[in-house]
């Protein structure tokens, strides 16, 4: 039982860096993307490893499932919360700062221009 709780106590720590490094990242990042990443980063993986800790800490059969059940909701909910703020953050046409690869043209204001002005044409037909 000793290791048991060494290992929970590893994870939570572990975890607990985790949202240290990612609050770090929403200080230091410079646009709404880099910051997304953190944000994603620090709600499913640092939340997962505390839940996961905790579950080491109280060994049991119903304790597992429920920290199962929750890690999968939580790296679920976390990319698809991240995915859809990034999304509105591109449909409202914000710029990146120093982008190294833009596949999408977000650096050039008056591509993302061109390209709203094209849909608001195709939904108006």
Same mark, same amino acid.
């Given at each position: 039982?000793?290791?048991?709780?060494?290992?929970?106590?590893?994870?939570? *720590? !572990?975890?607990? @860096?985790?949202?240290?490094?990612?609050?770090?990242? /929403?200080? &230091?990042?410079?646009? #709404?993307?880099?910051?997304?990443?953190?944000?994603?980063?620090?709600?499913?993986?640092?939340?997962?490893?505390?839940?996961?800790?905790?579950?080491?800490?109280?060994?049991?059969?119903?304790?597992?499932?429920?920290?199962?059940?929750? *890690? !999968?909701?939580? @790296?679920?909910?976390?990319?698809?919360?991240?995915? /859809?703020? &990034?999304?509105?953050? #591109?449909?409202?046409?914000?710029?990146?700062?120093?982008?190294?690869?833009?596949?999408?043209?977000?650096?050039?204001?008056?591509?993302?221009?061109?390209?709203?002005?094209?849909?608001?044409?195709?939904?108006?037909?």
């Amino acid at each position: 039982m000793q290791v048991m709780n060494i290992i929970g106590d590893i994870l939570i *720590v !572990v975890g607990a @860096l985790n949202f240290a490094i990612c609050a770090l990242g /929403l200080v &230091a990042f410079y646009d #709404v993307y880099a910051r997304i990443s953190a944000v994603g980063t620090a709600s499913g993986f640092g939340v997962s490893f505390v839940v996961l800790g905790i579950w080491f800490k109280d060994p049991s059969l119903w304790s597992f499932f429920i920290a199962l059940f929750a *890690v !999968v909701v939580l @790296l679920g909910t976390s990319a698809m919360g991240s995915l /859809l703020i &990034a999304r509105s953050a #591109v449909l409202r046409g914000t710029q990146m700062v120093a982008p190294i690869d833009d596949d999408i043209n977000l650096e050039k204001p008056e591509v993302f221009e061109a390209r709203k002005q094209e849909q608001e044409e195709s939904e108006k037909a």
